[in-house]
């Protein structure tokens, strides 16, 4: 009987342990707001979010979305998760200076818009309209990469297409084993 209840208490101890660990990467901030729309940003992608020496947490490499934002690499991966519960989110580029600036952002559905969708804007003075956010949206699981590595694929190749860029700056648009921090084999 002792034997037992000290197995009991060693497999309870285990069970303990290995639930803390998978808890505390559930809590673990995934997605950060982003003023003045409160887009979120993946905190889990290395070249949006890479981590500061510092705090040792993942930092966004922009502090705000909005359309004059100028993003250091692209695409960006942009999320509204009250509009899309489920998905999907969005990829964000620059437009070329010579195309007028900004940004654009792709949708699985309707391609390429500008940024910001019509119904982050209050339609009569034009100022933003920030999303209300779930209580825990930064604790919302990543993107899943099946799904989302064609369309990343799809994107980049008609960004391409519509802008003119040469095989270069083609080569600079990040993959979606690089947003994932997939590394290289």
Do not use: C
């Not at 070329?96 to 339609?123: H, N, Q, R, S």
């Not at 694929?153 to 947003?179: H, K, M, S, W």
Request: aromatic share 14%.
């Amino acid at each position: 009987m002792r034997v037992k209840r000290q197995l009991l208490f060693a497999y309870m101890f285990v069970l303990a342990i290995v639930g803390s660990l998978l808890f505390a990467g559930l809590t673990q901030a995934q997605w950060a707001a982003l003023p003045p729309y409160n887009i979120l940003w993946p905190l889990w992608s290395p070249p949006l979010s890479p981590v500061n020496p510092t705090t040792g947490l993942p930092t966004p490499i922009i502090t705000e979305f909005s359309k004059n934002t100028i993003l250091p690499v692209q695409p960006a991966i942009i999320w509204d998760p009250v509009l899309n519960a489920k998905g999907p989110v969005w990829l964000a580029y620059n437009v070329p200076p010579a195309f007028g600036g900004g940004i654009t952002f792709f949708e699985d559905i309707y391609g390429f818009k500008p940024w910001p969708p019509p119904y982050l804007v209050d339609p009569a003075t034009g100022a933003p309209l920030p999303i209300t956010l779930p209580i825990g949206y930064s604790t919302l699981l990543p993107t899943k990469l099946t799904h989302f590595a064609t369309t990343i694929d799809t994107a980049n190749l008609t960004y391409a297409f519509l802008y003119g860029l040469t095989p270069a700056e083609f080569l600079t648009l990040l993959t979606p084993a690089q947003l994932w921090g997939i590394p290289y084999i």
